[in-house]
């Protein structure tokens, strides 16, 4: 059994924290990002409605796919949070406009 002590098992407990952190983020951020940008292309794509949420969850894949690579290519999870979250304002704030004129 491996022992952990000292500076070095201290460093590799917070490299573990940051990594689990990026990958939650990367699950549940990406996959907000991915259902604000399908909500919001299902309703403003000039396409039948059934053709609109079809293409729009096609994207969506593809939208998970980079976010996720976003949040591991980020300098810091600090940042991957904050792109994240304003991308998500972002969404939401569309998602909101065009609920409201609908």
């Known amino acids: 059994m ?3 002590s000292g500076k070095h098992g201290e460093r590799g ?3 573990r924290a940051a990594v689990a952190g990026r990958v939650v983020l990367a ?3 990406g996959y907000g990002v991915a259902s ?5 292309l299902s309703l403003t ?4 409605r059934s053709e609109a949420v079809t ?3 096609l994207v969506s894949f593809a939208i998970m ?11 810091s999870l600090g940042r991957a949070v904050v ?7 972002l969404l939401g704030g569309g998602l909101w406009l065009v609920n409201g004129f609908a």
Not at 36 to 40: S, V
């Open 65 to 75: 796919v980079a976010a996720v690579v976003y949040v591991f290519a980020a300098r």
């Open 83 to 89: 792109g994240l979250g304003s991308l998500s304002l």
């Open 45 to 48: 794509l000039p396409l039948v």
């Open 27 to 29: 699950i549940l951020g």
């Open 13 to 15: 407990m917070v490299y």
């Open 36 to 40: 604000l940008c399908t909500a919001l």
């Open 55 to 57: 293409l729009a969850t």
């Open 2 to 4: 491996l022992r952990m």
